[in-house]
């Protein structure tokens, strides 16, 4: 089985609807618990780095990232980071630029809170993970994976504030995508 880590960031994949609107507060093990099917596919250890809006994302974070990446290399296969949408394409462009890695690197995120009605959190993670584990990911650099597209961290852009198929490289088209568990 693959070894992967999980970096959790924060955004709306880890967020509640609350009187204040929404606030990232899901740990990252309350977000992998959200997912059993997880266990069937690798092994999966988790650490939290931050729990913010990646509005706020600023380069200390990006660092601490960077960092955090680089300090586990060798000891997993693979690389999970959660992260808010509204700056992710930014963040996978720093790392993309940072982490020289062969192992994949894959952000992910959602657009609707894990208390709405067909959340999109839990199958977008799935299929983050299904991307780091797979073969076909390795030396591809970082990538973004929400909603069964893989992109390349060099072309992935934010097009929709609202709709789950937002990401989108417009000028190169997807790497990829994640149906059924198979990239
Ligand atoms: N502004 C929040 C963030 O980027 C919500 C956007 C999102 O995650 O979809 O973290």
Redesign the pocket.
Known sequence: MKHILMIAT????ASKETADG?TPQLTSEELLAEVPELEQLCRIDTVQLMNR???NINSRDWLQMAACVRGRYDAYDGFVLTH????MEETAFFLNLTVKSDKPVVLV???RPSTAMSADGPLNLYNAVVTAAARESRGKGVVIAMNGLILGAHGAMKTNTVDVQTFQSPNSGALGYVLNGKV
């Open positions: 924060g955004g709306t994949i929404l809006d990646s509005t808010g949408t509204d700056t995120g959602a657009m």
